[in-house]
Each structure stands twice: as structure tokens, then as C-alpha cells.
């Protein structure tokens, strides 16, 4: 029995980098490198407070972009909507892929937001 081939679409995989580069573990010339880069704008595509970990949707129409907890700043927990200013860090070993961070929530959609103490 023959199956016809159709065509498949890529599809748009969310994946988590590794290794993973945190606040913490970032060095001061990779920080400072950061800084001197421009904010972009994006919306939470979603976020995970027990995973510790989300993505952000670009709002230039870029890939989404992976978020650490560590990189979140401000006193609540984001919501999928709310919008976003962040900066990209490169991830190694290849350096050709990138995370936000420095992100702050600059919008809140209409929702009541859990504070991160709670």
C-alpha cells in the first residue's frame, strides 16, 4: 500500500538552550558587552514560574527567544501578553543563538500578576 507524500511545513520548535546562561553565571565582560546593546521590544509567549523558565516573542517578527528566571526583572512573574523590553546574550559554545535577558515587564495585560514573594 502506497501513501502519497505531502509536503511538510518546518515547524517552529521551542527549544531550551544548553548550557543555559544565567544571571549568575554570566561573566562581567559578557555583561557589559550586553548592556551596550540596544533594547528590543516583545511580548511573553509564555512563562513558567516552577520550570523557572519562558519565551518571548520578538515583535520585529524574529524567532522566539528563551528567558531565564534570573533574567527577570521587576516585582511580578509574567504573564503570557505582557509586554516586554529585553536585551540578547549570545549563547556559546557557537555563539550564534541568543537568550533575553535584562527583561522588564513594561505593559501588564489586564490580569491579575502574582508578585514573586507570594
Known amino acids: 500500500m502506497s501513501h502519497p507524500s505531502s509536503p511538510q ?5 521551542l527549544s531550551i538552550p544548553s548550557p543555559i546562561i544565567t544571571r549568575r553565571t ?4 559578557t555583561s557589559e558587552r550586553i548592556l551596550k546593546t540596544p533594547e528590543l ?3 511573553i509567549k509564555s512563562f513558567c514560574r516552577e520550570k ?6 520578538p515583535l520585529d517578527g524574529a524567532n522566539d527567544v528563551f528567558v531565564h528566571i534570573s ?7 509574567p ?3 505582557d509586554s516586554v523590553k529585553y536585551r540578547l ?10 537568550q533575553a535577558v535584562h527583561v522588564r515587564i513594561i505593559n501588564l495585560k ?5 508578585k514573586w514573594e507570594s
Not at 511545513?9 to 520548535?13: F, G, M, W
Not at 523557572?52 to 516573542?57: A, L, P, S
Request: aromatic share 10%; hydrophobic share 25%.
Open 9 to 13: 511545513s518546518p515547524a517552529r520548535t
Open 26 to 29: 554570566r561573566t562581567a565582560s
Open 71 to 77: 533574567d527577570v526583572e521587576g516585582e511580578y512573574v
Open 89 to 98: 546574550c549570545p549563547i556559546p559554545p557557537k555563539y550564534e543563538k541568543f
Open 79 to 81: 504573564l503570557p501578553k
Open 52 to 57: 523557572g523558565h519562558g519565551f518571548i516573542t
Open 110 to 114: 489586564p490580569e491579575l500578576h502574582q
Open 41 to 43: 521590544d516583545g511580548e
